[in-house]
């Protein structure tokens, strides 16, 4: 089995669409790498919420896996935040590319609202899902506070 720095390598391969001089883990954006079982799961945190690069990124980082012989790559978009001593680390797991994070002045606590499409969707039509009477549509995000 292959190690995590082994990955990180691998995966230093893939350049940031908005900035080909820097790779996604040197800019940050790969923040874990976890083993399940004989799948490879690369845990990312885009720069910004909603970053238009991260579909891109998403895909080259399971492109590139694959093409080093992993054939079951996963890839999960993590929004993380840090501070008085504790991380909370909200990952979108399906169906999630945006979110709204606010933190009310002078409170030690944060509002974090898991998006389906950016919050101008219903004037813009940007990212806007759609589910037709009688369909489904599923999203999962997990919460992990340490």
Do not use: W
């Not at 391969?13 to 908005?18: C, N, T």
């Not at 709204?100 to 002078?106: I, L, S, T, W």
Request: glycine content about 8%; aromatic content about 8%.
């Amino acid at each position: 089995m292959p190690t995590k720095e082994a990955i990180l390598e691998i995966l230093a391969q893939v350049k940031d669409p908005e900035l080909p001089v820097i790779d996604i883990v040197e800019l940050g954006i790969v923040r874990d790498v976890v083993f399940e079982g004989e799948q490879v799961r690369v845990d990312v945190t885009p720069t910004y919420s909603g970053c238009p690069a991260m579909e891109v990124i998403e895909r080259e980082i399971v492109e590139t896996l694959e093409s080093h012989g992993f054939a079951d790559v996963t890839d999960g978009t993590a929004f993380v935040v840090r501070g008085a001593n504790r991380t909370v680390t909200v990952a979108f797991l399906e169906g999630y590319s945006f979110a709204q994070v606010y933190a009310p002045e002078g409170s030690d606590f944060i509002c974090y609202e898991p998006m389906t499409a950016p919050t101008n969707a219903i004037a813009s039509g940007d990212s806007l899902t759609r589910v037709r009477p009688g369909d489904a549509y599923t999203a999962a995000f997990r919460i992990g506070v340490g």
